[in-house]
């Protein structure tokens, strides 16, 4: 168990719907990271926030936003939902921004999304 | 640009066989992390092992042990006497010193026959 947290597990959903999801990270952990995993386009950085604000992003679509909370918990919100968005998204977390400190980041169990 | 390639798909081996999956890695940076991740059939990334740029040597840990080679940018890493619990699928991933993403090969589907 990473200590990371991830709600729902799975989430079957319409095409033109939105969902939240949501990660809680390890206790003490600052850096939230979000992954998306798909067939095609394999596991892609999606954004990172670091206690509470953005830090970096990677190739997420303008549909999907995040955000974390002051008590440090993430959500990843996806709307106008496609097909294509049907993947294993992933929540990870770890102490510090990264910059050279070399945490490494744990992963929680995923979210597994079906956009039918 | 960063880029990570796992050339290895897919390997089988007959569980006690050593195997070893390949990583090769693009950076530009003189300061990286390299990663190594489990994703067994339950779905969920374990972490294997972090190895930043300035350590060459090579560590083992129980059956499992990496060769980090710096020259030919390949971070590679062997599983001695496979059982079939070994199998999952298993990703390199690179970080940069600067920057908090990882970005991962494309992984190795590992299946260990009893």
């Known amino acids: 168990d990473s200590g990371v947290t991830q709600t729902p597990k799975h989430l079957i959903t319409a095409t033109g719907q939105r969902v939240t999801l949501r990660c809680s990270p390890r206790?003490?952990?600052?850096?939230v990271y979000w992954y998306q995993q798909s067939l095609d386009q394999g596991l892609q950085f999606l954004i990172q926030?670091?206690?509470?604000?953005?830090?970096a992003k990677g190739n997420i679509l303008e549909r999907f936003s995040a955000q974390q909370f002051p008590d440090l918990h993430s959500e990843l919100n996806l709307s106008s939902l496609e097909l294509g968005d049907s993947a294993l998204y992933f929540c990870?977390?770890?102490?510090?921004?990264?910059?050279?400190?070399?945490?490494?980041?744990?992963f929680g169990q995923g979210t597994r999304l079906t956009v039918v | 640009a960063q880029k990570v390639t796992q050339a290895q798909t897919e390997i089988s081996v007959v569980e006690k066989e050593d195997v070893t999956l390949d990583c090769v890695y693009e950076?530009?940076?003189?300061?990286?992390?390299l990663f190594w991740y489990k994703q067994p059939p339950s779905g969920e990334l374990v972490f294997l092992i972090r190895?930043?740029?300035?350590?060459?040597q090579n560590e083992i840990s129980g059956r499992y042990s990496w060769n980090f080679q710096k020259s030919t940018s390949s971070f590679n890493f062997t599983i001695t006497a496979s059982q079939v619990v070994d199998s999952a699928v298993y990703f390199c991933?690179?970080?940069?010193?600067?920057?908090?993403?990882?970005?991962f090969g494309g992984g190795t589907r590992l299946m260990v026959k009893p």
């Open positions: 990870a977390s770890s102490v510090a921004t990264g910059g050279g400190s070399g945490t490494e980041a744990f």
């Open positions: 206790s003490g952990d600052l850096s």
């Open positions: 926030y670091y206690n509470g604000e953005e830090r």
């Open positions: 950076t530009r940076d003189t300061t990286y992390y």
């Open positions: 190895r930043n740029s300035f350590d060459e």
């Open positions: 991933a690179l970080r940069p010193n600067a920057g908090n993403m990882l970005t």
